[in-house]
């Protein structure tokens, strides 16, 4: 995790305060030793945290499916263009049906379609970009001593930067919200000139590298930061609202919905059905008028972090 700006420093305090008494290892780093790891003198300080993995979430995704027992089936390119919450469940697509007894609904920013969950979820669009690869020459001049790693900016609308094992840039910035579910060619343009110059600041040597790819994808937030978790009408469960974190939160709540299901009980069970409540966000137009203004008041403060 790093900081540019001086007034994001804190966000590396709170950080810091977080890590310690929960005994994870760290390193503080300043100036030319943040220089050495990143490759970059962008940034004043840093919080390395060595005892973690970088995952790729597609990565995971698709190792999960092809360990699945021979009893699940999994239908890919299957919109579900209707469905029934009777007592058996009815889910429509193009080319057929489903029909099951318990449903379980893990879809964050598409769940407000399905109906059962209302006016708790913004989503929230935001960007990545990718460079070409960089030559030996290229890395033997301004990585060689360094390992591939993942950044995160300390203010929570900065930019992230990862260097890859395979010798690119990574890039991601920008938050939109678009209720619409889809981001525009006028979007994805936008993006990669912020793109662009959030990568020129950070590698003013390597202007000349081009992106190869740019895209854009959902996050789903909630007002309180709080997910939705629980049974949402008769044997309809609902995970939603990742904040940012989906991977980390849709494997502990996972885990324990199946709990909730199988009428388990647990104190972190017990923990999770009392927190996790997603504060009431309102309706159109009321929704896309706060949620703009709070994006552009989080951005604006993230100044130089993106």
């Not at 503080?28 to 973690?52: F, H, S, W």
Request: aromatic fraction near 12%; charged fraction near 25%; hydrophobic fraction near 35%.
């Amino acid at each position: 995790m790093c900081a540019h700006e001086n007034s994001n420093l804190k966000g590396l305090d709170n950080f810091e305060k977080h890590l310690k008494p929960c005994g994870f290892e760290f390193h503080r780093l300043k100036g030319k030793e943040v220089e050495e790891r990143l490759g970059t003198q962008y940034y004043q300080e840093a919080i390395y945290t060595p005892n973690n993995i970088l995952m790729n979430p597609a990565a995971l995704m698709r190792g999960l499916i092809r360990s699945l027992p021979k009893n699940v089936e999994v239908f890919e390119q299957s919109p579900i263009i209707e469905v029934q919450y009777d007592e058996i469940k009815i889910l429509k697509s193009y080319g057929g049906s489903a029909t099951c007894k318990i449903l379980i609904l893990a879809l964050d920013s598409h769940l407000e379609e399905f109906g059962i969950v209302k006016h708790k979820q913004a989503p929230i669009f935001t960007y990545g970009s990718l460079s070409e690869t960089l030559s030996d020459e290229e890395y033997q001049k301004y990585f060689a001593n360094i390992k591939p790693y993942g950044l995160t900016a300390a203010h929570p609308a900065g930019t992230t930067v990862r260097f890859t094992p395979d010798k690119r840039i990574f890039v991601r910035n920008v938050l939109d919200f678009i209720p619409q579910l889809s981001c525009s060619k006028h979007d994805l343009r936008r993006a990669y000139e912020q793109h662009r110059l959030s990568f020129e600041a950070r590698f003013p040597h390597l202007k000349h590298k081009k992106f190869e790819f740019t895209w854009g994808g959902m996050l789903c937030m909630t007002l309180n930061h709080e997910s939705i978790f629980g049974e949402f009408a008769p044997n309809v469960f609902a995970i939603g609202g990742s904040n940012g974190v989906g991977m980390a939160k849709g494997v502990y709540l996972g885990y324990y919905l199946a709990e909730l299901i199988a009428k388990k009980t647990s104190p972190n069970l017990d923990f999770i059905l009392k927190h996790n409540k997603a504060s009431f966000m309102p309706p159109e137009p009321l929704r896309s008028i706060g949620a703009k203004i709070r994006l552009w008041y989080e951005q604006k403060n993230a100044a130089n972090d993106i």
